[in-house]
């Protein structure tokens, strides 16, 4: 019942303070310049977790919908509160990552084209607002890639993921550069995609060798 209570002041005083028809928005977490996603190794379902040297930011859990191509990602705090989910889409021309707040209001989508050329593979991913604007972009090299940059539109930087060449699991460390350029919620979602994504890859990997093994 104290539990009860304790949660109950906070939504009524909330209540008070919204006008009727207008939806409380969900706070936006703050994050430091640099932590990182990380995909935890022994976990079902999959889990990422989000944080820093000094702070924990809470798990992104992978869930599977109706198969492996329409996965969905939901943003935990430590406490298991949703800050945030995504839902991943295949598509003839890519991958659409649509991102969504805690009320599942959308607040920006990733959307990433594989460009294949005669000497190399690269990854275009790029993100657009709520409204569909396309606010920044990145592209990540396939071969041996460490550092991928994302750029505002004005080609000024707005974070950078980097990862070690040689590692045991799969993470991206994140520095971001400019806060306000795009949401926090939206660029976590890309390090998990990211992380996520070479897992997947690293896996099918495994597969294979162990199937021209036999």
Not at 67 to 78: A, G, M
Request: one cysteine or more; hydrophobic letters at 45%; a positive charge.
């Amino acid at each position: 019942m104290n539990k009860i209570k304790r949660a109950f002041f906070p939504v009524g005083l909330a209540l008070l303070l919204v006008p009727l028809g207008v939806r409380a928005e969900c706070p936006v977490p703050e994050l430091p310049n640099s932590f990182s996603v990380k995909q935890n190794l022994i976990s079902l379902p999959r889990t990422f977790s989000v944080g820093s040297e000094w702070r924990d930011f809470g798990q992104v859990r992978k869930k599977k919908l109706i198969s492996f191509l329409t996965p969905e990602y939901t943003w935990l705090d430590f406490n298991g509160n949703k800050l945030a989910r995504a839902k991943k889409s295949i598509l003839s021309w890519g991958a659409k990552i649509d991102v969504f707040d805690c009320e599942d209001q959308k607040i920006g989508t990733i959307k990433v084209k594989v460009l294949k050329s005669l000497f190399r593979v690269r990854t275009v991913a790029s993100i657009l607002d709520a409204e569909g604007e396309e606010i920044a972009s990145s592209t990540k090299f396939e071969l041996f890639t460490t550092s991928i940059a994302v750029n505002d539109n004005d080609k000024d930087l707005v974070a950078t993921l980097n990862r070690p060449l040689l590692r045991i699991s799969d993470r991206w460390d994140m520095e971001i550069a400019n806060h306000d350029a795009v949401d926090s919620r939206v660029l976590v979602m890309l390090g998990v995609f990211q992380t996520d994504r070479d897992a997947v890859k690293r896996v099918r990997r495994a597969q294979a060798i162990n199937i021209n093994q036999r």
